[in-house]
């Protein structure tokens, strides 16, 4: 099988093989094909031998886009929200993004980190075998930094690849509210300097939207942030068309992410582009925004991949067996399409296509088994059912 990033017709590609054997050494797929062609130098009593039993073997579900570490969960704006308010009103009024900010501002390093690793493992049981997280709820020098020396320590503790994306510009600040140029040269000669120093992140994300940072303020932050290294992946069209995809092809963004609000352009300019368009429908779901048009994204050639966005304000999940779900029932993707979207493509999103994605021999042994199930499609079809019965991480059962 090929390693490719997967567009139009190829995303619904995926070749599956009915009774299969798997091989598995150390922490690397080594060998697989059907039962029928097993080499006979596999049968070996000394080798441990594991009866799969009408299970499915997936690759892990690769998580592209998550704001894991936060300090607090925001119920009350979920209920603000069923009240009529909307999630620009939330905000406007300091809550949102900025009420996270307060609440990590006076959490510990210590608290941040435990509370963090209780969802990894969380999501891990159900399927993700590789996870991207931002920081973004800083909004500080110290704040940032703070949850990117998180997300270092749980890269260090986890089993699964992590990669870390600094959000400095989420929002602005109270501050700075009336000061943007401020915020951006505390990002700039503040922030990214330590960053750099200390090797915190790999990517920069901004969050390109009315009433929170302008194209030319992304593109300002994006280029210092390229400047030391970081590559961007861009917050875009996500309430409103904002110039943030082609603002993210621009400057060779890896992804840009959300679209929920596109036009032809921005679809047009993302096919011809080598960004990936990464679609969260949970967010959309959660603050009852259009659903992202996945189908025109497929057929004008887009590379889309899904992911979760966990985050206290617009997708308190990370589950990735809803995401492929609701790919599939909201966003009309096939099976084939949204597993492809949710592995090798998420895989490309989060520069992990040669260790993770897809089951090729040499790849890392991060796998779902599921519950017996008739078909590929009975997966997202039985939406809310755990059919996950076992998780493999780096070849071993978890
Ligand atoms: O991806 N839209 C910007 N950031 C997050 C939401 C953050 C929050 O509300 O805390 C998102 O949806
Ligand atoms: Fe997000």
Request: glycine residues 8%; charged residues 20%.
């Amino acid at each position: 099988m090929e390693n490719v990033l997967l567009r139009g017709e190829l995303l619904a590609d995926l070749p599956l093989i009915v009774n299969a054997f798997l091989v598995i050494e150390d922490d690397l797929i080594s060998d697989y094909g059907s039962m029928d062609q097993l080499p006979s130098n596999y049968i070996d009593d000394h080798i441990p031998c594991y009866d799969a039993k009408g299970a499915s073997v997936l690759p892990s579900w690769i998580d592209s886009h998550t704001h894991l570490v936060f300090a607090a969960s925001r119920e009350s704006e979920f209920v603000d929200k069923i009240n009529g308010l909307t999630y620009a009103e939330i905000a406007a009024k300091g809550g949102g993004i900025l009420h996270s900010a307060y609440t990590l501002n006076n959490t510990s390093e210590e608290v941040l980190y435990e509370s963090a690793w209780i969802r990894l493992q969380e999501l891990i049981r159900l399927g993700t075998g590789a996870i991207e997280i931002k920081s973004g709820y800083g909004l500080t020098v110290e704040g940032e930094l703070k949850m990117l020396r998180v997300i270092k320590q749980l890269q260090r503790d986890s089993p699964i690849p992590i990669k870390a994306s600094f959000l400095g510009a989420h929002t602005y600040p109270m501050a700075y509210k009336n000061n943007h140029q401020g915020y951006i040269d505390l990002i700039k000669h503040e922030m990214l300097p330590i960053i750099a120093q200390d090797n915190l992140a790999d990517y920069i994300d901004v969050f390109c939207e009315e009433g929170f940072f302008s194209v030319a303020e992304t593109l300002e932050i994006c280029q210092a942030g390229k400047a030391i290294g970081l590559v961007p992946k861009i917050h875009a069209n996500q309430l409103s068309i904002s110039g943030g995809v082609e603002a993210g092809i621009e400057l060779g963004a890896l992804s840009v992410d959300h679209l929920e609000s596109m036009d032809h352009k921005a679809i047009k300019s993302l096919a011809a582009s080598n960004t990936i368009g990464t679609l969260l429908p949970t967010a959309a779901y959660f603050l009852r925004m259009p659903y992202q048009p996945a189908r025109e994204l497929i057929n004008a050639g887009c590379a889309i991949a899904i992911a979760s966005d966990y985050n206290p304000g617009s997708s308190p999940s990370g589950n990735m067996n809803t995401v492929v779900s609701m790919s599939c029932i909201q966003l009309k993707m096939l099976p084939e399409e949204a597993i492809n979207a949710a592995t090798i493509n998420a895989a490309y999103a989060m520069g992990l296509e040669t260790k993770l994605g897809s089951i090729m021999k040499g790849k890392l042994a991060n796998l779902i088994f599921t519950k017996p199930v008739s078909s590929l499609a009975y997966i997202p079809y039985s939406f809310g059912s755990n059919l996950i019965d076992k998780v493999m991480i780096n070849g071993a059962f978890q």
